[in-house]
């Protein structure tokens, strides 16, 4: 890892999460250096020129004795006046200031990084999977919680973007549950969508009742309530389906709904009666293709970005309702992680 003490950085890839960390770690580190908080400016290329930017680096500061600049989003700094402005300062940096260019991307322009040399270029990729389980578990045990693999398995599913998101919804969890118990599926459940008139579990029960009208309604009122990920959606939709997948193999091993409540965590009178529901409307069949195609729908989601993500849900919830999955729009073939 490169020393804090550089005069620049290039902090490049998706992981916003640890991106955001190690420049906490430069803030303390110039803290430490010069016993003071550093003025600081977050500035993007296309509110700034570039002279500018050079300027307010080499002025030195009224207020401080050092002065942080972070420049987001840099990959666009593109013009060519503006790349060699800018790799003039950089062969010469001041001492008094400490600059980053941040950027989602796993490159900026050659000249700006051979400027920059690998020392000073560190490169942020997203997680794997199992790296984002660990991750969850650790920041609980931090924080002085124990989580269930279950639990951490629906906040992924839940939430599927890098630790900046993981970090956020995590903190809702410690906020609002105590430490001395466990925390658990029903917890994760209850915080992270209950706390909203129309979620991802009221689209559920919209689809436990085979209801295609009302599940389209309810997906429209998440979507206008604020932004939401498809994947989110599909995430929270593959857990319930699953988990009526189980109820309903159950119901057909002749077990009471009370013991099958207590053994796949159904809390409450009215979650039971929208698992019933689902039991009722659809077969054990059914279930076993409306899960494959939700997460057939899931990994096309997640391999791609697409402006028209409400309409292919809804096509999605009409697979799933009206046809149970027996006769796809589409073939999905996603490619293996």
């Given at each position: 890892m490169s020393s804090f003490s550089e005069p620049f950085f290039l902090l490049l890839g998706p992981e916003s999460g640890q991106k955001e960390e190690y420049i906490e770690g430069i803030r303390r580190s110039l803290r430490k250096t010069h016993g003071e908080t550093p003025e600081e400016h977050r500035i993007y290329p296309y509110k700034i020129d570039v002279k500018e930017l050079v300027a307010l680096l080499l002025n030195h500061s009224l207020f401080s004795r050092h002065r942080l600049v972070i420049v987001y989003e840099a990959q666009a700094i593109s013009r060519k006046g503006d790349i060699e402005t800018l790799i003039g300062y950089l062969s010469d940096p001041s001492d008094s200031s400490t600059?980053?260019?941040?950027?989602?991307?796993?490159?900026?322009?050659?000249?700006?990084?051979?400027?920059?040399?690998?020392?000073?270029?560190?490169i942020f990729w997203e997680l794997f999977e199992n790296q984002k389980r660990s991750w969850v578990r650790s920041f609980f045990t931090s924080a002085g919680f124990s989580i269930s693999e279950e639990a951490i398995e629906l906040v992924l599913e839940l939430v599927e973007n890098d630790t900046a998101?993981?970090?956020r919804e995590c903190e809702k969890i410690t906020v609002y549950f105590d430490s001395a118990r466990a925390i658990t599926e029903t917890e994760v459940e209850e915080l992270l969508f209950h706390s909203k008139n129309e979620n991802v579990f009221s689209l559920f029960a919209r689809i436990a009742e085979a209801d295609l009208p009302s599940a389209i309604e309810t997906l429209h009122a998440i979507v206008?309530?604020?932004?939401?990920?498809?994947?989110?959606?599909?995430?929270?939709?593959?857990?319930?389906?699953?988990?009526?997948?189980?109820f309903r193999r159950l119901k057909n091993a002749h077990y009471s709904d009370d013991e099958i409540a207590r053994q796949i965590g159904i809390r409450g009178k009215k979650n039971l009666r929208i698992y019933r529901n689902g039991s009722s409307n659809y077969t054990e069949e059914d279930l076993e293709r409306m899960f494959l195609r939700a997460t057939e729908y899931d990994g096309l989601f997640r391999e791609t970005r697409t402006d028209i993500d409400r309409k292919i849900l809804e096509l999605f919830l009409y697979e799933i309702i009206v046809t149970r999955g027996r006769r796809p729009f589409f073939r999905i073939e996603c490619r293996p992680a």
């Amino acid at each position: 890892m490169s020393s804090f003490s550089e005069p620049f950085f290039l902090l490049l890839g998706p992981e916003s999460g640890q991106k955001e960390e190690y420049i906490e770690g430069i803030r303390r580190s110039l803290r430490k250096t010069h016993g003071e908080t550093p003025e600081e400016h977050r500035i993007y290329p296309y509110k700034i020129d570039v002279k500018e930017l050079v300027a307010l680096l080499l002025n030195h500061s009224l207020f401080s004795r050092h002065r942080l600049v972070i420049v987001y989003e840099a990959q666009a700094i593109s013009r060519k006046g503006d790349i060699e402005t800018l790799i003039g300062y950089l062969s010469d940096p001041s001492d008094s200031s400490t600059l980053l260019l941040v950027s989602d991307e796993h490159h900026l322009d050659r000249r700006i990084e051979k400027a920059a040399t690998k020392k000073r270029i560190k490169i942020f990729w997203e997680l794997f999977e199992n790296q984002k389980r660990s991750w969850v578990r650790s920041f609980f045990t931090s924080a002085g919680f124990s989580i269930s693999e279950e639990a951490i398995e629906l906040v992924l599913e839940l939430v599927e973007n890098d630790t900046a998101d993981l970090r956020r919804e995590c903190e809702k969890i410690t906020v609002y549950f105590d430490s001395a118990r466990a925390i658990t599926e029903t917890e994760v459940e209850e915080l992270l969508f209950h706390s909203k008139n129309e979620n991802v579990f009221s689209l559920f029960a919209r689809i436990a009742e085979a209801d295609l009208p009302s599940a389209i309604e309810t997906l429209h009122a998440i979507v206008l309530a604020g932004p939401v990920e498809p994947g989110q959606i599909l995430g929270g939709l593959i857990w319930q389906i699953r988990r009526l997948l189980s109820f309903r193999r159950l119901k057909n091993a002749h077990y009471s709904d009370d013991e099958i409540a207590r053994q796949i965590g159904i809390r409450g009178k009215k979650n039971l009666r929208i698992y019933r529901n689902g039991s009722s409307n659809y077969t054990e069949e059914d279930l076993e293709r409306m899960f494959l195609r939700a997460t057939e729908y899931d990994g096309l989601f997640r391999e791609t970005r697409t402006d028209i993500d409400r309409k292919i849900l809804e096509l999605f919830l009409y697979e799933i309702i009206v046809t149970r999955g027996r006769r796809p729009f589409f073939r999905i073939e996603c490619r293996p992680a």
